[in-house]
């Protein structure tokens, strides 16, 4: 499995971005998939999380009224909307991907096989 973020850019605080991961190769194994974000000297944190097959979804704890995932499984994609960017959102975003078949531990790395490049969102105060 291949991943492709895209979508990241600068933005004015307020503003709002749909970032996409894209999913190409043995699409058919991914059962869930996952944003991260990285951002300038920190570690890399979980954001959300969306079940393949079913559309489950988790959120991390802090931002969950400002972002949504959601995925389009005819194109292989998974969209993270994030409304209301303030400048702590700055970061780069990471999608993640993984075949196991296990609803847990979403949001530890090691829960995923499978990596993009990652996609930089400047939010600009």
């Known amino acids: 499995v291949q991943l492709q973020a895209s979508g990241g850019g600068l933005v004015q605080a307020g503003g709002s971005l749909r970032l996409a991961c894209a999913a190409s190769?043995?699409?058919?194994?991914?059962?869930?998939v996952a944003w991260f974000r990285q951002a300038p000297g920190k570690e890399r944190d979980f954001v959300a999380a969306i079940n393949w097959g079913g559309g489950d979804t988790e959120y991390a704890d802090s931002e969950k009224d400002r972002f949504t995932i959601y995925r389009d499984t005819a194109k292989n994609t998974v969209f993270l909307q994030i409304d209301s960017l303030k400048p702590d959102d700055t970061a780069v975003y990471y999608c993640a991907a993984d075949p196991r078949a296990v609803w847990s531990g979403l949001k530890k790395e090691l829960s995923y096989d499978y990596w993009g490049q990652g996609t930089l969102v400047t939010v600009s105060s």
């Open positions: 190769g043995r699409t058919r194994s991914i059962y869930k």
